[in-house]
């Protein structure tokens, strides 16, 4: 069976500080990978998918970056954090195209100071 | 540009009764439906969906309408119970890969 990883589940960083959240799947080739953000009192905002290794496409400008060094691995990094960067940031996948039925992680909450 | 709407931020309803959320959507495009619950400090969880090409599908307690003239889709939970106290999010796409998601609704089932 398919499961999602996501890490760390709670983060805490002073603004100007580096991120990186990680997203591993499993039991899948070549998913689907997204990262959401969801601001508080706000919906799902979704900042990057990709369908490929090294294929990324943004999808709101912002200081946040995502990578896709391997199939089943999604990061998402800032070089420095702005307070407007907390949030609660899901990643999910999911397979193939149109019938999208996103599978999400846990999520991680983001507090920047 | 919100394409997809959900327009109560929340809903309070008896254990028993139904409960109805509401979704509006403004892309024409869009083909797919998919309705998703949350909980606090999880990731959402898929619960039902809806192609363009019906107007109900039924899964258990749960019942998603489809109004493509009005771009409205409702659900109906029935009968609703405690557990079903969540965050419900409607999510919409057109043939691509990618979910638009409404605001949410919180869901509070009174005993």
């Known amino acids: 069976s398919q499961t999602i990883h996501q890490w760390p589940a709670t983060l805490v960083q002073p603004v100007g500080s580096p991120l990186s959240l990680e997203c591993t799947v499993e039991?899948?080739?070549?998913?689907?990978l997204y990262w959401y953000r969801q601001a508080a009192g706000r919906g799902l905002q979704l900042l990057f998918y990709?369908?490929?290794?090294?294929?990324i496409s943004s999808e709101v400008p912002q200081n946040l970056s995502a990578s896709r060094p391997q199939d089943r691995q999604f990061i998402l990094s800032s070089k420095k954090l702005l307070l407007s960067d907390s949030g609660f940031y899901l990643c999910?996948?999911?397979?193939?195209?149109?019938?999208?039925?996103?599978?999400f992680g846990a999520g991680s909450r983001l507090t920047v100071l | 540009d919100q394409q997809v709407k959900q327009n109560s931020p929340s809903l309070s309803v008896q254990e028993g009764r139904i409960s109805i959320l509401n979704c509006d959507y403004t892309?024409?495009?869009?083909?797919?439906f998919l309705w998703y619950k949350k909980y606090p400090a999880e990731g959402p969880t898929f619960l039902i969906s809806?192609?363009?090409?019906?107007d109900k599908n039924e899964d258990g307690r749960f019942t998603v309408f489809l109004n493509k003239s009005a771009k409205h889709l409702s659900l109906h939970i029935v009968p609703s119970q405690p557990g079903d106290s969540a965050v419900y999010f409607c999510?919409?796409?057109?043939?691509?890969?990618?979910?638009?998601f409404g605001a949410g609704t919180t869901v509070t089932v009174r005993a």
């Open positions: 999910a996948w999911s397979v193939g195209q149109g019938t999208n039925v996103l599978t």
């Open positions: 039991g899948t080739s070549n998913p689907n």
């Open positions: 990709s369908v490929g290794i090294g294929q």
């Open positions: 892309n024409s495009m869009f083909d797919y």
């Open positions: 809806i192609s363009s090409i019906k």
């Open positions: 999510a919409a796409s057109s043939n691509d890969y990618k979910l638009s």
